[in-house]
């Protein structure tokens, strides 16, 4: 049973430009979670998706970010004009159901913003 | 305000003793409380889940206990290996709102 998934797992954008971040769920799992990561952080929540809908966008700046998890296909987060500000890791990650479940995270995409 | 606190970031302890990292929270009432592992460029990976009306729970080499009354959580690993380095991370759950992860305390298990 193959993980989380997410690509990149290194993204390079100049300022300005866009990145989107991508994330397949672990097989029967269709609650995603996507998370930041400072250096010397701690893991700091974005939005959490169920298939097509957004369930909880609370921790997402409300400009030039923006996520979704198609019926198909995997979950998206996207950062538009992106400023240096933006580098960090984002992880992903996902549950079964919603409750207290562990959650399965994947590797995470390091973007750096130049 | 909110917050959720590990002890230190960082803990050096000799290999074959017992680690203990403890998490603290204010203003917080979790129904539940996660470790996990987090390795140097990787995911971190889940370990335990405590509930509030549970007092310890054990897997292996791992123990957590959660006082609900002095609103800590303790995570202990006996006869630690240098395998066991790594950063652990608390996170509450108040079982409607997302996880909160606390910064993590960094283990080095030295041989």
């Known amino acids: 049973n193959a993980g989380v998934m997410q690509n990149p797992r290194h993204l390079v954008r100049r300022r300005g430009q866009e990145a989107r971040l991508r994330c397949s769920p672990m097989k029967g799992h269709s609650h995603v979670y996507w998370y930041r990561q400072l250096p010397e952080e701690g893991l700091k929540f974005m939005v959490y998706l169920q298939k097509e809908n957004i369930i909880d966008e609370s921790g997402m700046p409300k400009e030039r970010f923006s996520a979704e998890f198609p019926k198909e296909g995997p979950s998206i987060l996207r950062i538009q004009q992106v400023v240096r500000g933006d580098s960090a890791a984002y992880f992903c990650?996902?549950?079964?159901?919603?409750?207290?479940?562990?959650?399965?995270f994947g590797p995470g995409t390091r973007l750096t913003v130049t | 305000s909110q917050k959720i606190e590990q002890n230190s970031e960082a803990l050096n302890i000799q290999e074959g003793k017992t680690a203990t990292l403890t998490c603290n929270y204010t203003n917080y009432s979790p129904a539940y409380l996660q470790w996990y592992r987090q390795d140097p460029g990787r995911g971190p990976v889940f370990l335990l889940l405590?509930?509030?009306?549970?007092k310890e729970k054990r897997k292996e080499r791992l123990k957590v206990t959660f006082d609900t009354t002095l609103k800590q959580s303790l995570f202990h690993i006996t006869a630690s290996q240098p395998a066991d380095s790594a950063t652990y991370l608390c996170a509450l759950d108040t079982g409607n709102t997302p996880l909160v992860f606390g910064k993590g305390t960094r283990l080095s298990v030295i041989a």
């Open positions: 990650a996902s549950s079964p159901d919603r409750g207290p479940n562990e959650q399965y």
């Open positions: 405590i509930r509030e009306n549970e």
